[in-house]
């Protein structure tokens, strides 16, 4: 499967963006689907993680309550929407997946993506 992110872009501090992750290449709904970030001078980190069905979602501490994590199998799309955006959620936003084979966990998608997006950055600005 091959992943594209979009959306990114300059916002001011507790503001409010979406991105977005488009697939193509294999049965969008067969992956488990996530949102990783990489910070200027850190590590990429994971952010949320979504369900092949869209049903059950996981959220890092950092994010949870302030983004939501969602999808459409019939766009072959998921989408990170960020609110509340605070500067050290500056970073560029990746999207990735891991082919679900009935029986995954969050820690397959966090721990073993096997395709990844090109990013895209968000920058939050005071």
């Known amino acids: 499967v091959q992943l594209q992110a979009s959306g990114g872009g300059l916002v001011q501090t507790g503001g409010s963006l979406v991105v977005s992750c488009e697939a193509s290449?294999?049965?969008?709904?067969?992956?488990?689907m996530g949102w990783f970030r990489q910070g200027p001078g850190k590590e990429r980190e994971f952010v949320a993680a979504i369900s092949w069905s869209g049903g059950n979602t996981y959220y890092s501490d950092s994010v949870k309550g302030r983004f939501t994590i969602s999808r459409d199998n019939a766009k072959n799309t998921m989408w990170l929407q960020m609110n509340t955006l605070k500067s050290e959620d500056t970073a560029v936003y990746y999207c990735?997946?891991?082919?679900?084979?009935?029986?995954?966990?969050?820690?397959?998608?966090?721990?073993?993506?096997?395709?990844w997006g090109k990013g895209t950055l968000v920058t939050v600005s005071s």
């Open positions: 290449g294999d049965i969008f709904s067969t992956y488990l």
């Open positions: 990735a997946a891991r082919k679900d084979y009935g029986s995954s966990t969050w820690a397959d998608i966090i721990y073993g993506a096997e395709h």
